[in-house]
């Protein structure tokens, strides 16, 4: 087996290409046509996938252009100190440009060339303001070759056997682990003959009934976006082997939802399980996802779908508050006020976990005692508090 970066490249490009899902046809429509200009018309279907030559000269004359002097930074904000109508800016004054397609404001100035020597010498001193020094060195400290793939498959046998379409109706969910916090189901697939698996994890409150205020979905919107930032790692290592992971916000519960390759699929929801038990709130990445989420919102209300299905949901959900209420209470959440939260969703909370595709029903138990082993390890999640 072929090691390090180029054998992993070309593992996981192989077996994504062996065993691809079905696609939609406008979506394979777009992604062959955005492929024709790279490929040759013969290797337009698995030129994406396939890597059959390896050229060290172009890689090294690839990485040799990758210099600090030619990068480029894109900055999206619409915090900085830049006043549009002609004044002086607190900071400094900088040039205001318009995109022409869109009206959108930008500006365009060199790189500092204290930013650009601090990159080839990792030298904190170089920042002066308060804190970038640290900054700096941390910076430096994490850049680094990424650790040797946890995800790579090798199991892809089929636990349900030859398919079962012909065995008539489709099996029920059976419960494979119940206590006073979790709960855990199976269901085995005898009917698409794919190696992969989805597991679905939902944890909070059982209150019922709707949100009391606009700062509860609000909250809870902030600690999905969080804590599927603080695994950006481990899902960029995945998805190079057909892993994903995903956490959202539904109602007062967060669900975290990975899909992919049976195989190390328990390994991704461990990793993501363990960020949920002991995440802690920064306050930098917290500013960084409410400008975002904020950003989510505004360009929600100029899409007339989305901004019709949310008032159709406002007249008929309970609970469900205008988006200009959420945005606003979004705005004024602080880190502890969040990590409060997460604790006491936690605490008070109880999880139900639904297994679903090429895995057995032992080894949904052994999904369901990691489940309740890693999120009662953190010692929030206990049946004394359960509601």
């Not at 007339?304 to 609970?319: D, K, T």
Request: glycine share 6%; hydrophobic share 40%; net charge neutral.
């Amino acid at each position: 087996m072929r090691r390090g970066p180029r054998g992993t490249l070309l593992s996981g490009g192989r077996l994504r290409w062996l065993l691809q899902e079905e696609e939609e046809a406008d979506a394979c429509a777009t992604r062959l046509a955005l492929a024709l200009p790279c490929f040759a018309p013969e290797h337009c279907l698995c030129g994406d996938y396939l890597y059959t030559h390896w050229d060290p000269d172009l890689v090294s004359a690839t990485l040799a252009r990758l210099s600090a002097e030619n990068a480029r930074l894109d900055l999206h904000s619409a915090a900085f100190p830049v006043t549009l109508a002609g004044g002086v800016s607190t900071e400094r004054v900088m040039q205001v440009e318009m995109e022409p397609w869109f009206g959108v404001p930008y500006t365009c100035e060199p790189v500092p060339a204290a930013l650009v020597q601090s990159w080839h010498i990792g030298d904190p001193k170089m920042f002066h303001q308060k804190g970038e020094a640290a900054a700096a060195a941390a910076a430096a400290a994490a850049l680094h070759l990424p650790p040797r793939n946890p995800f790579q498959p090798s199991d892809f046998a089929l636990r349900g056997g030859v398919s079962g379409r012909s065995s008539g109706t489709a099996r029920q969910p059976t419960c494979v682990k119940k206590t006073a916090t979790v709960e855990v189901w199976h269901k085995l697939d005898d009917a698409f003959d794919t190696p992969r698996a989805c597991v679905m994890v939902a944890t909070g409150p059982q209150e019922r009934g709707g949100l009391a205020s606009a700062s509860e979905p609000a909250e809870i919107l902030l600690l999905a976006a969080l804590l599927q930032d603080a695994l950006r790692e481990d899902t960029y290592l995945a998805e190079m082997f057909g892993l994903e992971c995903h956490v959202a916000a539904r109602g007062r519960r967060l669900v975290i939802r990975v899909y992919g390759f049976s195989h190390k699929l328990p390994a991704l929801l461990e990793r993501a399980l363990r960020e949920v038990a002991t995440h802690q709130v920064d306050p930098a990445r917290l500013a960084l996802q409410q400008e975002v989420l904020a950003r989510r919102f505004c360009n929600s209300d100029l899409q007339p779908m989305r901004h019709a299905a949310h008032l159709r949901r406002l007249a008929l959900q309970e609970g469900i508050f205008p988006s200009k209420e959420v945005a606003a209470a979004m705005a004024t959440c602080t880190a502890e006020g969040a990590q409060v939260h997460l604790d006491r969703l936690l605490r008070r909370g109880r999880t139900v976990a639904l297994v679903h595709g090429n895995v057995s029903s032992q080894e949904a138990e052994v999904i369901g005692d990691m489940v309740s082993s890693v999120l009662s390890r953190s010692s929030k999640l206990d049946g004394s508090h359960v509601d």
